[in-house]
């Protein structure tokens, strides 16, 4: 496989301030339907990174549809800022939801036993974020974050995020910004193939923040640039099993 070395430099998704990033997380208080059906879970692996942890909940902060919350196991609460992916996520699991963001969770101190965040933390601002897991994680709780991240390595794959404006703001080695109290004691780093149709990549392109936050025109513009890039630039057929190469980052955070 030929593979392009470090399309990314960045660790983490540039912002110009806070506004900036709750503007542009705010896009995906829609969506949450096409994200349920064609966003990937994650390897088996990442829940490990859990244990040990105390007696109590584990709380999702970021849980969206739950595609990381339906992985947990035991006791688990969910909380996100979507009110459109918690809805989504009540239908699909019984478990304790509420609608909040990780600055603020509304919890009480020392509540969890530990908090899992999959596809949030670089939404978040990390200092208030990190103060918030450390109050209201038990002592010897664990913070796991974790990452699904196309794999831009690989040039076609490179060339789709450009066309989908997924980006591929997180380089291969990447660690995330955690502040004080937290500390890194582990850390997952791991390939894997999501199998999808290639008339599933629109739908994966219309998860991603820049086509929610764009209108028609943007948006019509984008599949026929994918449109073409996979039916006539690459030969695919509609139909056509396609293996979508991924990176897994996860980290294991404790006081």
């Known amino acids: 496989m030929t593979s392009t070395p470090f399309p990314s430099r960045r660790d983490n998704p540039k912002f110009t301030g806070m506004a900036h990033r709750q503007y542009t997380a705010a896009a995906f208080h829609s969506g949450a339907e096409t994200y349920a059906d064609i966003r990937p879970g994650y390897p088996a692996e990442v829940i490990e990174l859990l244990e040990p942890h105390p007696k109590g909940p584990i709380l999702d902060v970021g849980a969206g549809t739950g595609k990381l919350t339906e992985q947990l196991p035991g006791e688990v609460w969910a909380l996100d800022p979507s009110a459109d992916m918690l809805g989504r996520l009540r239908a699909s699991l019984s478990v304790p939801v509420w609608q909040a963001t990780a600055e603020a969770t509304a919890l009480p101190d020392t509540s969890v036993a530990a908090v899992a965040s999959a596809q949030t933390w670089h939404w978040v601002d990390p200092e208030a974020a990190s103060k918030e897991m450390a109050r209201i994680t038990k002592p010897g709780g664990p913070l796991v974050l974790v990452w699904n991240t196309l794999d831009v390595r690989v040039p076609w794959v490179h060339r789709l995020t450009r066309i989908m404006h997924a980006g591929d703001v997180q380089k291969p080695g990447f660690h995330p910004n955690v502040a004080a109290p ?26 991603r923040a820049y086509w929610l936050r764009n209108g028609s025109k943007v948006r019509e513009k984008m599949t026929s640039n994918l449109s073409w890039y ?26």
């Open 182 to 207: 937290w500390r890194l004691t582990k850390e997952l780093r791991l390939e894997w193939e999501q199998v999808l149709q290639a008339n599933d990549l629109f739908r994966l392109m219309a998860t």
């Open 230 to 255: 996979l039916y006539e630039h690459l030969g695919f057929d509609p139909e056509q099993p396609i293996a979508l190469p991924y990176r897994c980052d996860a980290f294991r955070y404790e006081r």
